[in-house]
């Protein structure tokens, strides 16, 4: 514990610490830049609320041709649009979704010695962690977090899961073989929307055995000054798929569309899909990995789950060739693999914001 907490540049603050330390105003490292603060741009008015598309995963298994079409060209719009939608009818259990959500609710609520046991480092961020990032004086982030490898298995390590609350380790791992099977099937109706094979965009990846899977488990005290800081800055996610588990009683997320910030209102029992880096490259921005971020509030916690579903570290990830010659289109990508592609956005600094434009070919 203390060698984790010691590779870090600079002292590990607690910010749920903070927040329960009843201070008035946030320390300078948590205060963003001007531009970065939640602003008059954001869109937060009730009829802006709840703006993402809706998709209903059942639907697409109908019976009834025309509503399977009409539910396959909803999913292709929010893809090339969007990059972001609501899943409702996806298939797990809702009571899986709220106890898995509820005992990372009480992991974070425990003493902070016991928490302190899966302090993480930056050689992996895996187990508790309060920041990203080794460079002194960074901008810090409101939050906390539990970070965790899945899947391939081999690389899976459950000692590094919380051994309490006692459910945790079993919940985690029924989580993530349920929410990996939504996101093969999403694979497969992003692969036919693109005009591929239905296996296409798995395989890409390195088919169903190589992918790869982790959990960032969030948790956002409350916040004396939330005008003056973020949850989470803006950024696009590295991988293929995230799916989101949201507070689904406090909003957060807020998705840049047409540079407007817009809350997302989450809907009870439904995930938040978002399309990640791979999946622009893959479908030469066809899809798009869009800018998100996180507020925070002065009145609430809140705790969200986000998985993250990507591609075999080795495997080169480059725009789909039948893709370019049926559309007659250039690569607009270099081939890279996830591993070499997570290496160039840290050596380069392009962590946040939206890092995969960077590496369009000229």
């Given at each position: 514990?203390v060698?984790?907490l010691?590779?870090?540049?600079?002292?590990?603050?607690r910010v749920?610490?903070?927040?329960?330390?009843g201070?008035?105003c946030?320390?300078?490292?948590?205060?963003?830049?001007?531009y970065?603060?939640?602003s008059?741009?954001?869109s937060?008015q009730p009829n802006n609320s709840?703006?993402i598309?809706?998709?209903?995963?059942?639907?697409?298994?109908?019976?009834?041709?025309?509503l399977?079409k009409?539910s396959?060209?909803l999913i292709s719009e929010?893809?090339r649009e969007w990059?972001f939608?609501q899943l409702?009818?996806?298939?797990?259990?809702h009571d899986?979704m709220?106890?898995t959500?509820?005992v990372?609710r009480?992991f974070f609520?425990l003493?902070l010695?016991?928490?302190?046991?899966?302090?993480?480092?930056p050689?992996?961020y895996?187990?508790?962690g309060?920041?990203?990032?080794v460079?002194?004086?960074?901008?810090?982030?409101w939050?906390?977090?539990?970070?965790?490898?899945l899947?391939p298995?081999?690389?899976r390590?459950?000692?590094?899961?919380p051994a309490?609350?006692q459910?945790?380790?079993?919940l985690?791992?029924?989580y993530?073989?349920?929410v990996?099977?939504?996101c093969?099937?999403?694979?497969?109706?992003f692969?036919l929307?693109?005009g591929l094979?239905?296996?296409?965009?798995?395989?890409?990846?390195?088919?169903e055995d190589q992918?790869?899977?982790?959990?960032?488990?969030?948790?956002?005290?409350k916040?004396?000054q939330?005008d003056?800081t973020?949850?989470?800055?803006?950024?696009?996610d590295?991988?293929g798929i995230?799916v989101?588990?949201p507070?689904?009683?406090?909003?957060?997320?807020?998705v840049?569309?047409?540079?407007?910030?817009?809350t997302?209102?989450?809907?009870?029992n439904?995930?938040?899909?978002?399309l990640a880096?791979?999946l622009?490259?893959?479908s030469n921005?066809q899809?798009?990995?869009?800018?998100?971020r996180?507020?925070?509030?002065s009145n609430?916690e809140r705790?969200s789950l986000?998985?993250?579903y990507n591609?075999r570290?080795?495997i080169?990830?480059?725009?789909?060739?039948?893709?370019?010659l049926?559309?007659?289109?250039?690569?607009?990508y270099?081939p890279m693999t996830?591993?070499?592609?997570?290496?160039?956005?840290?050596?380069?600094g392009l962590h946040?914001k939206?890092?995969?434009?960077?590496?369009k070919s000229?």
């Amino acid at each position: 514990m203390v060698s984790a907490l010691q590779s870090w540049p600079e002292p590990v603050v607690r910010v749920q610490s903070l927040s329960d330390s009843g201070i008035n105003c946030i320390p300078d490292c948590y205060v963003k830049p001007i531009y970065d603060r939640p602003s008059s741009l954001d869109s937060n008015q009730p009829n802006n609320s709840n703006n993402i598309p809706v998709i209903d995963l059942a639907a697409l298994y109908s019976d009834d041709l025309s509503l399977r079409k009409t539910s396959m060209d909803l999913i292709s719009e929010a893809c090339r649009e969007w990059g972001f939608f609501q899943l409702i009818n996806h298939g797990v259990s809702h009571d899986l979704m709220a106890a898995t959500r509820r005992v990372w609710r009480e992991f974070f609520h425990l003493p902070l010695e016991v928490k302190q046991e899966y302090a993480n480092s930056p050689s992996t961020y895996e187990g508790y962690g309060s920041r990203l990032g080794v460079e002194k004086g960074a901008k810090l982030d409101w939050s906390d977090y539990f970070f965790l490898h899945l899947l391939p298995l081999h690389i899976r390590n459950q000692s590094k899961w919380p051994a309490h609350p006692q459910s945790c380790r079993e919940l985690v791992s029924k989580y993530n073989e349920e929410v990996v099977k939504v996101c093969g099937k999403l694979m497969k109706i992003f692969s036919l929307n693109l005009g591929l094979e239905e296996e296409y965009l798995e395989n890409a990846f390195g088919g169903e055995d190589q992918i790869g899977t982790s959990l960032r488990v969030n948790f956002y005290p409350k916040c004396p000054q939330p005008d003056l800081t973020l949850g989470i800055s803006p950024h696009s996610d590295p991988g293929g798929i995230t799916v989101l588990l949201p507070d689904d009683h406090v909003s957060g997320l807020q998705v840049r569309k047409d540079n407007v910030w817009l809350t997302v209102k989450p809907i009870p029992n439904a995930f938040i899909i978002n399309l990640a880096d791979q999946l622009q490259v893959v479908s030469n921005a066809q899809y798009k990995s869009v800018e998100h971020r996180v507020i925070v509030n002065s009145n609430q916690e809140r705790v969200s789950l986000a998985f993250f579903y990507n591609p075999r570290g080795d495997i080169l990830i480059e725009p789909a060739k039948q893709l370019l010659l049926t559309n007659n289109e250039a690569s607009l990508y270099q081939p890279m693999t996830f591993n070499e592609y997570r290496t160039f956005i840290r050596l380069n600094g392009l962590h946040g914001k939206s890092q995969v434009n960077s590496l369009k070919s000229p």
